[in-house]
Nanobody
Framework: QVQLVESGGGLVQPGGSLRLSCAASGTIFSLYTMAWYRQAPGKQRELVAEITNRGRTNYPDSVKGRFSISRDNAKNTMSLQMNSLKAEDTAVYYC???????WGQGTQVTVSS
């Protein structure tokens, strides 16, 4: 059974930083593309960052240069370093394998002064 568990969310002031982590179990983690998505109230879930099994990354323009995704295949973990956070980054952040095949439970990120 595939399980994804996110951690690291919280409240941060605009301009601050947070690091999210995702721990995976029940799958051969190193074979798959992994991704972070987010969903703000009243909005559709959107891609934040993705990383292939070989480490190639992709970001939408909204976070490019501010967010950085990484993975550790030996530890079955993935991280998202978020810098220069803005109020519009406020959302529930989800990790996904596939991506889209399995989802974590989500972790809340709130950017507010």
């Amino acid at each position: 059974q595939v399980q994804l568990v996110e951690s690291g969310g919280g409240l941060v002031q605009p301009g601050g930083s947070l690091r999210l982590s995702c721990a995976a179990s029940g799958t051969i983690f190193s074979l798959y593309t992994m991704a972070w998505y987010r969903q703000a109230p009243g909005k559709q879930r959107e891609l934040v960052a993705e990383i292939t099994n070989r480490g190639r990354t992709n970001y939408p323009d909204s976070v490019k240069g501010r967010f950085s995704i990484s993975r550790d295949n030996a530890k079955n973990t993935m991280s998202l370093q978020m810098n220069s956070l803005k109020a519009e980054d406020t959302a529930v952040y989800y990790c996904s394998i596939g991506p889209g095949d399995y989802w974590g439970q989500g972790t809340q990120v709130t950017v507010s002064s």
